[in-house]
């Protein structure tokens, strides 16, 4: 991968491990407000955290062998960084207690479909094998968040929380 390929796919896995750390952020701020669900809260964010850490592990790997990996999928620093202040104007609504938990969820439903949809790990295309394993963890617990998320829905609506 050449220099100013590896400058912007450097800044935009950065952006990524910055999106990851704040889901982190509202899914710790949810666990804050609503106690009952916490350790469901505090697990989602604990692996949000992980993949802000892979994420880093993954730059590393690849600023150490640039040879190795070839410009993937383009991705735009505008659309990460909308996708952040989003995060961010979510996180002030939980704390502000303007959204009920039900409501949370779905903003965490909404944010897990994103980041599957975003396909963020596409950004760099490998065989290494380090890099693959992390970005497919990455992928796998977004996968299982989204379905977490949908049982917690169900369990609410179940239960006849209202939006």
């Not at 996180?91 to 039900?102: A, D, H, N």
Request: glycine share 4%; proline share 2%; aromatic share 6%.
């Amino acid at each position: 991968m050449t220099s100013p390929a590896l400058d912007r796919t450097l800044e935009a896995m950065d952006l990524m491990a910055q999106a990851e750390s704040a889901v982190e952020r509202l899914y710790e701020a949810c666990a804050s407000l609503w106690k009952d669900d916490r350790d469901f809260w505090q697990g989602l964010a604990l692996e949000e955290k992980h993949h802000s850490e892979h994420i880093r592990s993954m730059m590393s790997i690849l600023t150490g062998n640039p040879g190795h990996f070839q410009h993937g999928r383009p991705f735009t620093t505008i659309a990460l960084k909308t996708f952040i202040a989003g995060i961010e104007r979510d996180i002030e609504s939980v704390k502000q207690f303007t959204v009920t938990e039900l409501k949370a969820l779905h903003l965490a439903r909404d944010i897990e479909q994103a980041l599957i949809e975003a396909r963020f790990t596409e950004v760099v295309q490998t065989e290494d094998r380090n890099f693959r394993v992390l970005a497919g963890e990455i992928v796998r617990d977004t996968a299982v968040h989204r379905r977490l998320v949908e049982k917690k829905i169900a369990q609410l609506q179940a239960k006849g929380a209202g939006d």
